[in-house]
C-alpha cells in the first residue's frame, strides 16, 4: 500500500522541468499502445490495472499538478474528462 501523505509530498516537490514517464510515453520514447489519441491527449490501458477496466488519459501538454493550472488549461482539462467518460463507454464500462 501507499501512504496518501508520501504521495501528496511527491506531488508537491514535482519539478516542472523534470522529465516524467508521461512525458516519456507522449514522445513515443516508452513504447505504448494507445486505446485513443488526438493531439491535445493520448490514452492508454495502465500496466499494473486496479479495476477491469482501468486506463490513462494524460495531457500531451506537461502538467505537474492540478494546482498549477490556469484559466487556460480549462478547455484541456475538460477535454480530457470527456475523453476519459467516452473510452469508459466505448470499452463497456460506462
Given at each position: 500500500l501507499f501512504s496518501m501523505s508520501s504521495e501528496v509530498?511527491?506531488?508537491?516537490?514535482?519539478?516542472?522541468?523534470?522529465?516524467?514517464i508521461f512525458g516519456k510515453i507522449v514522445r513515443?520514447?516508452?513504447p505504448t499502445?494507445?486505446?485513443?489519441?488526438?493531439?491535445?491527449?493520448?490514452?492508454?490501458?495502465?500496466?499494473n490495472p486496479q479495476a477491469p477496466t482501468h486506463f490513462l488519459v494524460i495531457p500531451?501538454?506537461?502538467?505537474?499538478?492540478?494546482?498549477?493550472?490556469?484559466?487556460?488549461?480549462?478547455?484541456?482539462?475538460?477535454h480530457l474528462m470527456y475523453v476519459a467518460q467516452k473510452g469508459l463507454i466505448s470499452l463497456g464500462a460506462g
Open positions: 509530498e511527491k506531488a508537491q516537490h514535482a519539478h516542472p522541468t523534470k522529465d516524467t513515443g520514447e516508452i499502445e494507445f486505446i485513443y489519441e488526438d493531439e491535445q491527449c493520448v490514452a492508454f490501458h495502465d500496466v500531451r501538454k506537461p502538467i505537474v499538478q492540478l494546482s498549477a493550472c490556469t484559466k487556460a488549461d480549462e478547455a484541456l482539462l475538460g
